[in-house]
């Protein structure tokens, strides 16, 4: 019997990461999902799920978490400039837990990207090499949902802003990345490197036709230099700093950062992926 743990798993990519794991036969009992805060993990137990507690922050609480656990899905945090200490707390834990295998969610391309989020991930990759435990590597390319963010304005107003120019993003659900991330939990075996994106290649003028698709109202796309849609989006109400990595992230698209022809992700799924459209009909839908 194999033990599989999930970080993050009271988030999105992790809470559907144990779903998926579930979905695709594994014991609900045989998954520990580790939340910081027990509070949240209602639906996890009620899945039948064993729920532990341990911050990020806190080496031997992780490493208690990951007693018997024999392969671990790390989801990368969220705490910006915290994330290089943050996870080297939990590959130390997995050593002294004796976890033999981590797969962890890093960025598509890390080790050549030029964005600015690939630092972290980078810096993860190498204390995973480092740490002597077999590791599978998760390249997530860019999210679809990133996009639901600007789409009621976009529509709203029939322009939608970005600094990508005619750059190209091969964005997928992050159900599905989190699908394939327990696809190769179960299977990946040390050492494989997955290179994930969906299987449509967008320009912003095709996510713009998207919104209008999908709402049926015009909607334009309008480059901006990388600095003026920095300050669009500081001044829609996000802070200074990730209003830059976001603005450095379309400057990325503009340069193929986030776009690949790896079919990795429907190797993973085993089924097609879900298409961009969908993903914003159903978010506009919830929102
Ligand atoms: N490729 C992309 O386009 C893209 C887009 C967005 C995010 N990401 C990355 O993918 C990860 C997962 O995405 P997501 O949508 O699931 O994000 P999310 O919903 O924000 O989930 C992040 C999870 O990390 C947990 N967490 C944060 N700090 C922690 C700490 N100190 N100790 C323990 N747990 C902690 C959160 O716990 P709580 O539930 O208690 O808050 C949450 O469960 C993100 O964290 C980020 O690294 C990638």
């Keep these: 019997m194999t033990t599989y743990a999930v970080t993050g798993a009271t988030g999105g990519f992790g809470g559907a990461a144990v779903s998926a794991l579930i979905a695709r036969g594994v014991t609900p009992g045989d998954i520990v999902a580790i939340v910081r805060d027990a509070e949240k993990a209602a639906a996890l137990r009620a899945a039948g799920v064993q729920v532990r507690v341990a911050d990020y922050r806190d080496v ?23 994330r290089v200490s943050q ?20 960025i598509l391309r890390a080790d050549s990207s030029p964005l600015a989020l690939a630092t972290e991930h980078i810096a993860t990759e190498k204390v995973l090499a480092d740490s002597g435990i077999g590791v599978v590597l998760l390249r997530n390319g860019w999210y679809a949902e990133n996009y639901l963010a600007s789409a009621p304005t976009a529509i709203e107003g029939g322009v939608f802003y970005g600094s990508a120019r005619d ?17 190769a939990l179960i299977s990946g075996q ?54 830059g990595v976001l603005a450095d992230s379309d400057a990325g698209v503009a340069v193929g950062a986030l776009d690949s022809d790896s079919s990795d992700l429907v190797g993973l799924l085993g089924r097609p992926a879900t298409t961009f459209a969908e993903v914003i009909r159903t978010g506009l839908a919830g929102a």
Excluded: M
């Design 167 to 183: 750059g190209q993003v091969a964005p997928a659900a992050r159900a599905d990345y989190a699908d394939a991330a327990a696809a």
């Design 60 to 82: 031997s609480a992780l490493a208690q978490a990951l007693a018997g656990v024999d392969r671990l899905l790390l989801v990368s945090g969220n705490e910006f400039g915290q």
């Design 190 to 243: 040390r050492g494989e490197v997955f290179e994930l994106v969906g299987s449509q290649h967008l320009s912003y003028a095709d996510i713009a036709a998207t919104f209008a698709d999908v709402s049926g109202n015009p909607v334009r796309y309008q480059d901006l230099p990388e600095s003026d849609y920095a300050a669009a989006l500081t001044q829609a109400g996000i802070p200074a700093a990730f209003a």
């Design 87 to 106: 996870h080297t707390n939990v590959v130390e834990a997995g050593q002294k837990a004796g976890v033999g295998l981590i797969a962890y969610t890093s």
